[in-house]
T-cell receptor, first 115, second 111 residues
């Protein structure tokens, strides 16, 4: 069964450093998303991406964040200068259709720890 | 007012019984509703989605939607210990691509 994959599973970085989180969405999906979940809190939307551009972003997704689909399979989230409060699980998701029929399938996540 | 509300639990249900999980949402224009299961330390796993008022059944799971009351629920029949997890309700607000999640209900099935 096709699934979303993410690398690395765990990333430890120093405050102020840049990190890139990588995702390979399900192959025939067209819509891609990033969410995050701070420990003990709810899953929060960051950004959605379709047709090689951002279709929606949240207030969390400020100028420190960027997304890219560098090739036909990868989807990346870059955090330019990490802060302590960026420590969270970051989930990539993909769907074959757009809203409202956008059943989103999540990857296993990357645990980001900022020291 | 919170966008998606769920009782955080924990909800304890004996094995073999029916577990009932509830969710309310604030955006009356929301069109699609999802239930995810999340085991501790793992990612959300999609188990049900519903778009129309009424019931939708898939195996042991039934999703119920009442748009007039802005209420969606998930029933789990013949609960198994492996059903013990946090259940997340997610709503697609009108005009958005994002899913808005509730805080989740922690369900424990007691053998």
């Amino acid at each position: 069964e096709p699934e979303v994959t993410q690398t690395p599973s765990h990333q430890v970085t120093q405050m102020g450093q840049e990190v890139i989180l990588r995702c390979v969405p399900i192959s025939n999906h067209l819509y891609f998303y990033w969410y995050r979940q701070i420990l003990g809190q709810k899953v929060e939307f960051l950004v959605s991406f379709y047709n090689n551009e951002i279709s929606e972003k949240s207030e969390i997704f400020d100028d420190q964040f960027s997304v890219e689909r560098p090739d036909g399979s990868n989807f990346t989230l870059k955090i330019r200068s990490t802060k302590l409060e960026d420590s969270a699980m970051y989930f990539c998701a993909s769907s074959s259709g757009g809203a409202p029929y956008n059943e989103q399938f999540f990857g296993p996540g990357t645990r980001l720890t900022v020291l | 007012q919170k966008e998606v509300e769920q009782n955080s639990g924990p909800l304890s249900v004996p094995e073999g019984a029916i577990a009932s999980l509830n969710c309310t949402y604030s955006d009356r224009g929301s069109q699609s509703f999802f239930w995810y299961r999340q085991y501790s330390g793992k990612s959300p796993e999609l188990i049900m989605f519903i778009y129309s008022n009424g019931d939708k059944e898939d195996g042991r799971f039934t999703a119920q939607l009442n748009k007039a009351s802005q209420y969606v629920s998930l029933l789990i029949r013949d609960s198994q210990p492996s059903d013990s997890a946090t259940y997340l309700c997610a709503v697609n607000p009108f005009g958005n691509e994002k899913l808005t999640f509730g805080t989740g209900t922690r369900l424990t099935i007691i053998p």
